[in-house]
């Protein structure tokens, strides 16, 4: 069984940052004047690569700006970075605490995208109902109708794809608290892990972030939940009601420049970027 990471202490996260910057296409020049033309972005790795597809269209917009994407830092380790100034702007899937709040943090919500559930592509299964979810979770289904074998990839409990899960019914609920206490289980601790986990193992079943599998191109298989296929339209519409909330947050130390790129999101071109890659945008902020 993978063991969930715990939570990264302020040094780890700072260390992992300037790590980062000394990456391939990391220019790691510190003067103010180049500070105030780069913005430094990270946060839950779902939206990574939507970020990246920003920071190009962005950039082409803005010569002047480089836009920086740093690996997965987590919902909370994105916060805690831009309090501490490490960068400018984080993507949360998280709403800000009212102490967070306090401390000067500001979120704005630029879209939702569905949670879906998806398998192996090779599955020749195309939907699955809600009840196979809860026997999945819970145990009671073993094998695909073709007869092979159900791997089933969880996540930590406190992400937000567990919540979403416990959310749909109390009885999915208890079969999530159930495959948690279940020995052997397949735990992924980050996005990408997850999607790995379920690209490799064949008969795979897990959840994820629409947008991912769109921005990272990922070749899995997308499941339609009792005859309902996921998606930007079926989300608008309500007809399909699972959905991550995805926000950009900045802070007192982030970049004056950081303004400019939140401004762009919300533009048309960025808007565009967002509906491509399966958001539900929430159109101007306020």
């Known amino acids: 069984m993978t063991k969930p990471a715990a939570s990264l202490p302020s040094f780890a996260l700072s260390f992992l940052i300037v790590f980062a910057s000394l990456l391939p296409g990391f220019d790691c020049r510190s003067d103010a004047a180049d500070a105030a033309k780069t913005i430094k972005i990270g946060g839950t790795g779902s939206a990574l690569a939507t970020m990246r597809l920003l920071g190009e269209t962005f950039q082409d917009r803005h010569p002047g700006i480089v836009v920086k994407v740093f690996p997965s830092l987590g919902s909370g380790g994105g916060i805690r970075a831009v309090l501490e100034g490490d960068i400018d702007i984080a ?3 998280k709403k800000l605490s009212p102490a967070e709040k306090a401390k000067g943090l500001v979120a704005y919500e630029y879209g939702r995208t569905p949670m879906v559930f998806v398998t192996h592509k090779t599955n020749p299964s195309s939907d699955i109902t ?27 409990a406190g992400e937000r794809a567990v919540h979403l899960l416990e959310s749909i019914s109390e009885e999915l609920k208890k079969a999530v608290l159930s495959a948690a206490a279940r020995p052997g289980m397949t735990v992924a601790v980050t996005d990408q892990e997850n ?15 629409l947008c991912q599998l769109i921005s990272e191109n990922r070749g899995l298989k997308v499941l339609s939940l009792d005859g309902i296929k996921p998606g930007e339209k079926t989300l608008a519409n309500e007809t399909y009601r699972y959905d991550y909330d995805l926000y950009l947050m900045t802070g007192p130390r982030s970049s ?5 790129f939140v401004d762009f999101v919300f533009s048309r071109a960025g808007q565009s970027v967002l509906t491509r890659m399966g958001y539900v945008t929430a159109g101007r902020h306020r």
């Open 256 to 260: 004056p420049a950081s303004r400019l």
């Open 130 to 156: 809600l009840k196979q979810v809860i026997d999945i979770y819970s145990g009671r289904m073993l094998s695909w109708p073709d007869g092979t074998p159900v791997r089933l990839v969880t996540r930590p």
């Open 195 to 209: 999607a790995d986990l379920l690209e490799r193992l064949p008969g795979s079943f897990g959840v994820a972030p």
């Open 91 to 93: 993507v949360a899937s």
